[in-house]
């Protein structure tokens, strides 16, 4: 396949929606925009698109809580949409805000019976918005897309409500796909290292497929060696580590 | 009228709760043993029981972390006796940001029947508390009274509903005499008599009496925020007399430098340069002062929400690319005693203000690079907060538009509501302890995704040239924004046309009113119903109200009755200029007599630690530094991230590899001594920092931002002609035009009949591009056996040092710059640092070499060895002390590897420079004096604590 269409979905608040479609098309894809009102009035058909993209932000100002009200939206409005996306094959990634917005709508979190989603993104430990640099192992048996051949990466996070919370028996069934970690690959290092308390220092998690994947750190913000903190006292490389999930899902859908 | 309280379930963690909790030990109060916070939502409208569970279960409550409950009344699920219950709600009429999308959420359920919806929080402390010590909680952390109450017993949302009965509202102007005038402009119009009675003669050619909202409309424009009258007077400084010290001063710089990058200066909302001969830059920096102390969540994220609306509304409209943030306070460890009445502590001020602005900048996905914190006392009752955006507009845009007559008015974005009436005439008079009473309606609350939505759509409609002008409603709201944008044709505004937040405003409110979020366009005829259409498809207001004329008058009509009709000449133009006198005499301090301390490692850790100089990493982290993912050199660096960087650099262009440095210089400390030098050394600073990471001269705009005290009195108005005028002497020598600048005055604060003046203080920012960034070089050590050089000559100038601070001296002897030999300097040292490869370069200011060089050490993860003997000097520099910690200017430590040694050398041939050090492995921080002996020695890990533990909050 010779274009990978990419839909980047955008709401009020909004925000990352420009560095994440820059690094798409840096891997080889064709994006496209929509505001979540072309998507309700039928303006623009998910069934077109190859890849749909929750970029980072504060969708509605992240009123009530993070990414609340755009779940609701996409839930009630978009939801049999999306499904029937994924079912066709297709690719959704959500990031930061994407993430939060993912589990609320139950895309990305198992309800009993249709109730509730029993798992959630709350405030920080630290009870902070904070925006830094956070090591991540990846887990080698997770089906997740985006991830092959990854085994850590090194990514900012920059946010408040991210901590990964359920109850132990959700968690455990949980198709976790990255940690935080600390330099060595520690997955219990604690603050800061995990930067807001998250249940097993769960950092993204996939659906069954692989093909739906949400993560809280940005992988948008390092696509380039010179967003690396400390690119200019280490060795240089030619793509940071957040080009390679960008990559390998247009790799795949190529493939595919 | 249904009330749900949301609160987390027991057995999660309350970092909410935690936090109050710990701000409570820092009062002092000892006794609480636990705090809990929960929201509420207080629901109006015709729904059922199950609507109103499934509003709770589908979108107020997580359903894992969260419960609930609701009822008609009382705080509910408290049997704890040991528990105190305060409910904290927005007073009436304060926009409450959550109403709108909590709204928007229960539609999204399919359930339309609810018609208001407010929020509050509840607080609960558990503890022995006395009643004095729970007003006292409430007073200094829980309540701010000019926006909030504690609710005592259950009331309805007491929506200012009233409808509004128009009557045409006539000042009898023409029959005041002298006293009347002057007691209708106090606290209201902030005009002096002068102005009054020039006033007064127009009416009174006219044969007739103003109307109410024309008085109010002169005094806006009047204002001394909208017309600079101070700087646009005519200033007697001993035999000489200013004409118009911003043009003679600031302004002139730039014209006499004329460089053919800069766009658009000192014409349009933001000064607008070249980038890359496609892109154009452009940047402002605003106060907001006088908000900022009654309310500094408020005050603060409607600064920063209105300076991004600045390089918005500039050109034909620029994207929001950066921010940046210098703050002021009192010390915030500031004994209450010591507190100015009727002054909110500097603790809180500090928290509030620090949160407004990162809520709204990050809200709107605009990254915060760059800024500083400063404290001194004297900022307790009338805190700073500068707030600067960059923006980046195609360079084919970057001139303002031009509306024709025929043209329409378009107003954009948020509704008009009776916030912030009278905020520019309220900025332009002093603090007093009334302030928080009279201000009250100022005050304005923020709505972040308003202002999100507005940008997103507005650049489209930019993009499909759908509108001709556009500037935004800022202070003196659409009073400002239309009388100025209709100064050269004129204007029909129909004022009941204005989408309104609730009913009930006068028109005279909607024509002043300063809500937030709200921009204005003028839009040919044709293109009205494409505009409009494209603002509704995306949820954002679009309003025509009203035309272009060509007959130069501002007519305004409310139902058909014409309410206001002044012409555009005497608006613009009929203000008298004002006549000021100014002195300057220059105090004397005492000289410090102590004598020079044998070890000066304790030295060198109080100033590392001194809150000025310290870490601000618990600031810059809560910002969102890193969106747009242009950040090239962030504001912290090194091998733990944990370093202070000279400046920011961002790619504005994500696939282009030219960058822009945004840096900036402050020193309030010199300005006590003499603003002159103050001034000189802040835009000195602020080039120093652009060279340092690795840009050149070349192409650096430069911003003045004065705050200043009230310029009616002389020795202020002195001060402020001597830093004006190191402005031109110093900008023009180092060839670094200023494109733009603001100035905020009558910083004081009065309280039991003393006067307390904030120090004069002159923010310079500085804007340069660089056209690779790869060449960025950072300020961290990078490698053991490199060598450290010292650029530029250290002299005998601590007077305002932080060393003398340490010491309670100011001193006399106020570091000076030689702008000529300067630029002479920093251009050489650029070249060698494209040349060569200079590992590391870092500015020497505050705490002189010691600081800057420990910084290098720790940032790095490096020891490091300095010797003082090899320091270039100025004359009479005896002292190992004086050395290490002068903050003479134009000097720069510079990290350069061995093998580059003579390359580097050569390069700086004939320049003050000298290799004074070697970076070693050992994690030792060592320094030894001018005889040879070593006078410091620290490891570099109880200087990093040093720095970063004062604000490791």
């Known amino acids: 396949m010779a274009n990978v269409k990419t839909l980047m979905l955008k709401a009020p608040g909004t925000n990352c929606d420009v560095e994440t479609t820059f690094a798409f098309e840096q891997a080889g894809a064709q994006v496209e925009s929509a505001h979540i009102n072309e998507l309700l009035r039928r303006q623009k058909l998910l069934s ?42 297709g690719l959704v990634l959500g990031i930061c805000n994407g993430f939060q917005v993912l589990v609320k709508a139950g895309i990305l979190s198992k309800s009993a019976d249709g109730g509730p989603p029993q798992l959630s993104l709350a405030g920080n430990d630290s009870g902070k918005f904070e925006s830094r640099w956070v090591y991540l192992s990846a887990n080698p048996t ?44 520690n997955i219990q290092a604690g603050y800061p290292y995990n930067p807001n308390g998250s249940a097993n220092s769960i950092a993204g998690i996939c659906d069954d497929s692989g093909r739906v994947f949400a993560l809280m750190p940005h992988p948008e913000r390092f696509v380039r060696w010179t967003q690396h903190p400390r690119w200019t006292r280490e060795p240089r490389r030619e793509y940071g580590d957040g080009f390679r999930v960008f990559r390998n899902a247009v790799e795949w859908v190529k493939n595919a | 009228m249904f009330r749900i309280e949301v609160s987390i379930k027991a057995g999660f963690p309350e970092p909410r709760g935690e936090g109050l909790q710990k701000d409570i030990q820092d009062l002092g109060i000892t006794t609480v ?13 015709s729904l059922n029981e199950e609507e109103v ?18 009822g008609e009344a009382s705080i509910t699920g408290v049997e704890d006796s040991n528990v105190r219950v305060i409910e904290v709600a927005y007073n009436p009429g304060v926009m409450d940001p959550v109403e709108e999308s909590v709204k928007k959420g229960i539609l999204d359920l399919g359930i339309a029947t609810v018609d208001s919806v407010k929020t509050a929080k509840s607080y609960y402390l558990w503890g022995e508390l006395s009643e004095d010590t729970l007003q006292s909680i409430c007073d200094k952390l829980l309540v701010n009274s000019v926006i909030q109450h504690v609710v005592t017993r259950r009331e309805g949302p007491s929506l200012p509903s009233a409808t509004y009965e128009f009557s045409l509202s006539v000042i009898d102007l023409l029959s005041m005499d002298d006293d009347e005038l002057i007691e209708l402009s106090k606290d209201r119009l902030w005009l002096d008599l002068g102005e009054m009675k020039q006033i007064q003669d127009y009416f009174s050619r006219l044969g007739r009496n103003p109307t109410e909202v024309e008085l109010e409309t002169l005094a806006q424009t009047w204002s001394e925020h909208c017309k600079h009258k101070t700087f646009r007077g005519k200033i007697r400084l001993g035999e000489v007399v200013i004409d118009d010290l911003l043009k003679s001063t600031i302004m002139r710089v730039t014209e006499e430098l004329h460089k053919p990058w800069c766009l658009s200066v000192f014409v349009d909302n933001a000064g607008v340069i070249d980038f890359d001969g496609h892109y154009a830059l452009c940047f402002k920096v605003e106060t907001h002062n006088h908000p900022s102390a009654v309310e500094p969540y408020g005050g603060a994220s409607t600064g920063i929400g209105g300076v991004i609306r600045d390089p918005l509304g500039t050109g034909l409209g620029s994207k929001p690319i950066l921010n940046t943030d210098v703050f002021c306070f009192g010390p915030p460890d500031l004994p209450y005693d010591r507190l100015p009445q009727g002054v909110l502590h500097p603790r809180r001020i500090f928290k509030g203000v620090r949160a407004g602005v990162a809520d709204y900048g990050n809200r709107l996905g605009i990254p915060t690079l760059n800024g500083a914190i400063l404290f001194d006392e004297r900022y307790a009752g009338n805190p700073l907060v500068f707030c600067g955006t960059v923006g980046l507009l195609p360079k084919s845009m970057s001139q303002r538009g031009q509306q024709q007559p025929g043209d329409l008015v378009v107003v954009v974005g948020g509704r008009t509501g009776r916030d912030g009436i009278h905020g520019v005439t309220f900025a332009s008079g002093e603090l007093t302890k009334e302030s928080e009473a009279i201000s009250t309606s100022s005050v304005q609350i923020g709505n972040p995704i308003t202002e999100k939505r507005m940008i997103d759509v507005l650049l489209k409609a930019r993009d499909r040239g759908l509108y001709r002008r556009i500037t935004d409603c800022g202070g003196g709201g659409l009073s400002s924004a239309v009388g100025e944008m209709a100064e050269e044709t004129g204007v029909r505004v129909y004022l009941e046309r204005v989408p309104l937040k609730y009913s009930g405003l006068s028109y005279t409110e909607i024509w002043i009113s300063e809500s937030q979020e709200r921009m204005l366009l003028a839009v040919p005829a044709n293109c009205v119903d494409e505009l409009i259409a494209l603002f509704a498809s995306e949820d954002v207001e679009a309003a025509v109200i009203g035309e272009f004329t060509d007959n130069r008058r501002l007519q305004l009509f409310y139902k058909d009755t014409l309410v206001c009709d002044l012409d555009m000449e005497f608006l613009h133009h009929g203000l008298p200029q004002l006549e000021r006198e100014a002195v300057w005499e220059q105090p004397q301090y005492d000289e410090p007599d102590f004598p020079e301390p044998p070890d000066l490692r304790e030295a060198l850790i109080r100033i590392l630690g001194s809150l000025n100089v310290c870490s601000k990493e618990w600031v810059i982290r809560q910002y969102d530094h890193e969106v747009q993912g242009s950040s090239v050199l962030k ?24 960058g822009m440095i945004v840096s900036n210089g402050i020193n309030p400390k010199y300005g006590d001594i003499d603003p002159y030098w103050m001034a000189a050394s802040a835009i000195d600073e602020a080039l ?3 060279i340092a990471v690795g840009g050149t001269l070349q192409k650096v705009a430069l911003l003045d931002n004065f705050s200043w005290g009230n310029p009616e009195k002389p020795d202020r108005l002195g001060a402020l002609v001597r830093a004006a005028q190191a402005c031109y002497d110093i900008a023009i020598s180092y060839e670094t035009p200023f494109i733009s600048g603001k100035d905020s005055l009558y910083n004081e604060y009065e309280a039991e009949g003393k006067t307390i003046c904030i120090p004069h203080t002159l923010l310079i920012s500085a804007m340069a591009v660089m056209e690779d960034v790869n060449r960025v070089v950072s300020m961290d050590c990078k490698e053991a056996g490199d060598l450290i050089y010292i650029v530029g000559t ?30 002479k300097l920093m251009d050489r040292l650029s070249t060698a640092m494209e040349r060569c490869s200079v590992k590391a370069c870092h500015d020497c200011s505050e705490g002189g070499i010691g600081v800057a060089a420990a910084e290098m050490a720790f940032a790095g993860g490096l020891g490091m060895v300095i010797h003082l003997r090899q320091v270039p000097l100025g004359e009479s520099m005896h002292r190992n002390d004086f050395v290490l910690f002068s903050e003479s200017n134009t000097r720069f430590l510079v990290e350069v590897a061995p093998e580059d040694k ?50 490791r909050w």
């Open chain 2, 53 to 70: 569970r499934r509003i709770c279960r589908e979108l107020l409550v997580d359903p894992v972390v969260e419960e609930y409950s609701y």
């Open chain 2, 688 to 690: 120093r920092q652009v």
């Open chain 1, 142 to 185: 997770s089906p997740c897309i985006f991830t092959q051949g990854i085994t850590t990466m090194y990514l900012p996070v920059a946010h408040g409500e991210g901590k990964v919370v359920g109850e132990p028996k959700i968690l455990d069934e949980l198709n976790v796909v990255l940690y935080y970690a600390d330099e060595t690959g």
């Open chain 2, 902 to 951: 003579s390359e580097f050398e050569k390069s700086m041939n004939g320049l003050d420079f000298a290799a004074i050090g070697e970076v070693k492995t050992d994690e030792k921080f060592d320094v030894y004096g001018i005889s040879g002996a070593r006078v410091l020695s620290a490891s570099i890990a109880e200087l990093k604590e040093a720095w970063q533990k004062p604000l």
């Open chain 2, 33 to 45: 043993e636990k705090a809990k916070v929960t929201d509420i939502y207080l629901l109006e409208g």
């Open chain 1, 48 to 89: 077109n698109y190859q890849i749909m993209v929750i970029p980072g932000g504060f969708t509605y100002g992240d009123d009530i809580s993070a990414g609340k009200i755009l779940a609701n939206e996409v839930r009630l409005k978009l939801g049999e949409d999306i499904q029937r996306f994924v079912e066709d094959g």
């Open chain 2, 794 to 823: 250290t002299k005998d100038e601590l007077g305002g040092s932080h060393y003398y601070d340490i010491h309670g001296y100011v001193g006399n002897n106020v570091p000076k710059v030689e702008p000529k030999k300067g630029k």
């Open chain 2, 635 to 658: 504001p912290l660096v090194g091998r733990n991230n944990d370093g202070p960087s000279d400046a920011a650099i961002i790619r504005p262009i994500l696939d282009s590899d030219m």
